[in-house]
Each structure stands twice: as C-alpha cells, then as structure tokens.
C-alpha cells in the first residue's frame, strides 16, 4: 500500500476499515476459499496482516515489487500485541468472577501471530498469464508502469509522487488576435540529497541555499555529490558548527572524516559506504558511527534515506529491536496462489489498479479496490467511452466501473482520504 499514514491514504484507520469492509461483503468463508485473499501492491503487508490475525481462517498474500529484505513487520507485530492484550484484559476483567487484584497480567509474548507471505514481482498480465497468449500493446503499457513504479519505490527506496500535469490549453480571445497557449512548468526531478535539484534541461545539477526567507543558486555542478558538498559548505559558512539538515555530518567540508570520527566512520569520501543521510557519519551524541559494508549499499547506488528506512542504519533506533522479514513465495508456489485466490484486493494500489480489474474479469474472480493516484502521465491511452482521456480521480473510477458496465459496484468507507471502494462480489 503505497504512502500509507498520509491524509490522502487514510493510514491504518483505512487498512482496519478496509478489512472490515471485506469481511461484510464476502463473508469470512468466501475470503478463506481456496489460495485465500491476494492483495495486490500491498506494500508492507498491513492489509494482509490484519486479514491473517484478526479474521478466523482467513489466508492472505501480498504481491509486490519491493524485496522482502526491506521490509520489517516488527511494527505491525508490536502494534497487533498491544492491542490484543488491552482486547483480552477488557474481556477478562467483563467476567463474573474476575479478580483484579490477583489477575495475572497479560503478557505481550503470549499473544500468537503470523506473518503474510509476499510474492515479490510487479503484478500485470506477464505475472497471472504466464505461457498464455501475449499481447504486445498490452506489455507496452505494463512496461511504461513498472518504469513508473521504479522511479517512485525502486530508483531511491522512497516514494517520489507522479507530477500532476495536465494537457495544454489555450486561452480565449477576441477575434483577430492569436491565441496564448499556457504551458505548466516542468517539475524538476528531486534530489536524495537536501538543497540540490537537476535541470534536465543542461544535465547539470544546481545547489540552493534559503537564507533570510530568500533563496539563491550556489552554481551548477557537474555531479550531485558535488553541488551536495557546495550546499554543506555553504551551510555552514552562513549558520556554523550548528547548522541543520546536512547532507553529510563532519567537521572539515570537503576534507575527508574527522579525526574524531575515527578512519571508517564516513565523512565526505567515505558517505558512500556510510549511512545514512538522516543520521551522519558521526552520531548525534558525537560517537562514530559503524561504516555500512559496499555490499549493504541500497539500489540507489548510495546510502541515503533508504538504508534508514531499510533499518540499514547502525544509529536507527528500530535497528536495534527484532526483524521480522517475511517468507519470500518461490515462482511455482507464487503462480499457485495467484490461480486458486479467492479474492482479489487492492488498498491505494496506484499503477496496478487497471490490472486488478482485468485479472478479476479475465479469472472469473470477485475483488475489491480502493483507487488512488490517477497517474495520467504514465498511462495516457486510458480513454473513457465518450473519448475523453483519463486525467482526473472521477475520470479513473468512471473508466474502472467502465470495465464491466453494470456489474461493478461503488461505495465509500468510513476512513477519511481516498475511501471510494470499486468492487464485484460474483466471479
């Protein structure tokens, strides 16, 4: 599930009302048929989880791109306890003879749980069709998805929203005059390191720095890491030894790690090896910090705010508790899963929403969604049956239930954000 904890996603006052929308529509025996539920982008495995934990017999698999090895349900786990104990107490203290004052407490290592398996691929028609017929305009537009999945969770580990954009327009004007055509300002691509931005216009990177409630340019560099070091050498000049949000911590810009900081503890030569950009190369409490092996490195390429959130941080608090990874589904197990599923789901599945849909009506099987992002950049062949392109949130869940006219129902959930559920209950 993608951007969860967002106003527009709803966090897991969505998820819990999500699974609850589920159990009332299909039924607890329905969703437990067969391979159990597939939940599709589902992200962390929130969803899954909870469908697992909470519902008697129910069976849940997350698909989704992201390796397992970056995911840690330790949160949810700890998440589930707390509140199974409070559950329990609140039960046990409602019977006759409870005693309070010789009631054992409830101990949070009690409390069973168990985690979703996860079938790590992109979920589209080469995934559920295998050696089946192929359909070439088809894999395009799955192509043009992945890559756009990749530049948001893949490329940098963090999700980078799709720019809402929107076609030219030209303006009305009196007879005789030309028309103005507006155009809306390209968005320049972001940075994994704060103050610099990339002009895709010269390929050069340009380091800012906001001073005063003013923002000036500090030039353009041929690399990021250059025009991230101009930022930190800027920062500290204009705010000193206390400057904040540095794209590498040390003493000495541009000269290698501190003495303090010991031979491997980061500094400007070292950062990429070290993690991560959040904490430094030095500690908070000004101890070095452990340098992260070049085989840890994320796919980014650097360490950045990925291994922070990957847990790859020796300085990241959740490092130091349990990890809880998942089990990673082989191929042949993964496809048998994906053919005996009960229902198909999605919770804000962003690019995979289309496929959920098409898989559902092409199996013969019933689903439930909760549509996100648009993403009218990337799919710019999603027309709707008047001919009008697909550019607006109304306009994707019109082009959804266009799908199959008359069989896919709409309702809302109780959540705030995104709440809309498209869903079919026959299969």
């Not at 966090?11 to 039924?27: I, N, Q, S, W």
């Not at 509140?83 to 010789?102: G, I, S, Y």
């Not at 009305?172 to 931005?197: H, M």
Request: contains cysteine.
């Amino acid at each position: 599930m993608a951007g969860a904890g967002t106003p527009a996603h709803g966090g897991t006052a969505m998820t819990t009302c999500f699974r609850k929308f589920l159990v009332e529509t299909f039924g607890l025996e329905r969703l437990g048929e067969g391979e159990g539920v597939l939940d599709v982008a589902g992200g962390k495995g929130q969803l899954s989880f909870e469908l697992v934990n909470l519902c008697r017999g129910v069976r849940s698999t997350v698909v989704d791109a992201r390796n397992t090895d970056t995911i840690n349900y330790r949160k949810i786990v700890d998440r589930h306890k707390r509140l199974a104990v409070k559950r329990r107490a609140h039960l046990r203290r409602k019977q006759p003879d409870f005693d309070e004052q010789n009631a054992v407490p409830i101990s949070v290592d009690s409390i069973p749980y168990e985690v979703p398996g996860h079938v790590v691929a992109y979920f589209g028609p080469d995934l559920w069709r295998r050696d089946r017929d192929r359909d070439p305009d088809r894999e395009k537009a799955q192509e043009r998805a992945r890559e756009s999945w990749e530049r948001g969770y893949g490329g940098k580990g963090r999700r980078e929203r799709e720019a809402t954009t929107s076609t030219t327009t030209t303006t009305t004007t009196t007879e005789g005059e030309k028309p103005k055509e507006k155009k809306k300002k390209k968005v320049k691509p972001g940075s994994r390191y704060r103050g610099v931005a990339h002009d895709i216009v010269s390929g050069t990177w340009a380091a800012y720095i906001r001073q005063q409630g003013e923002t000036r340019c500090l030039g353009r560099f041929g690399s990021e890491v250059e025009a991230a070091k101009a930022f930190d050498a800027a920062s500290l000049e204009a705010f000193g030894p206390e400057a904040k949000g540095l794209n590498f911590r040390d003493e000495g810009v541009g000269e290698g790690p501190s003495p303090a900081a010991g031979e491997h503890a980061g500094g400007r030569h070292h950062a990429v090896v070290m993690g991560c950009w959040v904490c430094g190369p030095v500690g908070r409490g000004g101890e070095p910090q452990r340098a992260i092996q070049p085989a840890a490195k994320c796919d980014d390429g650097v360490s950045g705010y990925s291994q922070h959130k990957s847990f790859r941080c020796p300085h990241n608090a959740a490092r130091s508790g349990e990890q809880i990874r998942p089990r990673r589904l082989d191929p042949e197990e993964a496809a048998r899963v994906i053919a005996g599923c009960s229902v198909v789901v999605g919770l804000h599945p962003d690019q995979a929403t289309g496929d959920i849909v098409d898989f559902a009506l092409e199996t013969n099987k019933p689903f439930a969604l909760v549509p996100c992002c648009t993403f009218s950049q990337t799919f710019q062949d999603r027309v709707l049956a008047d001919g009008k392109r697909v550019s607006t949130y109304e306009d994707l869940l019109t082009w959804l239930r266009q799908k199959d006219d008359g069989r896919i129902k709409q309702t809302t959930l109780g959540a705030p954000g995104r709440n809309v559920v498209l869903y079919r209950t026959e299969g």
